[in-house]
């Protein structure tokens, strides 16, 4: 094989790896320390009401400022509720600190 075909096929391979890993899987939310548990519901309160229901579904993605509806197919339970993001990375987001996400009441 021609060395630019061998760098060629360096390169592909190389951007493969750093696509594929740039993939996450679905990741827990990280756990909410006691004293700030009580902050977390009332901000989960707060969105799930904001719809005009208290279904604990939150129907608007709670972590861009689009303010968009979510969908089912980025979900994610936090707090006996259940919360829809527009994208999977707003949802990463949020299941990473869900109080520095979610808006203040």
């Known amino acids: 094989m021609s060395q630019q075909l061998m760098r060629t096929i360096q390169i592909v391979c190389l951007a493969s790896l750093l ?3 740039a993939c996450s899987k679905d990741k827990a939310p990280k756990e909410t320390p006691a004293d700030q548990k009580g902050e977390l519901k ?3 309160a707060a969105a799930d009401a904001a ?19 979510g969908s089912a197919d ?3 339970e936090l707090e006996g509720y259940t919360l829809h993001f527009c994208s999977a990375h ?7 600190d869900p109080l520095k996400t979610l808006p203040k009441g």
Do not use: P, Q
């Open 42 to 44: 009332a901000r989960l």
């Open 90 to 96: 707003c949802k990463e987001t949020c299941a990473k």
């Open 19 to 21: 696509v594929l890993g």
């Open 51 to 69: 719809d005009g229901t208290t279904d604990n579904v939150v129907h608007k993605c709670a972590t861009c400022a689009l303010r968009m509806d």
């Open 74 to 76: 980025n979900e994610l």
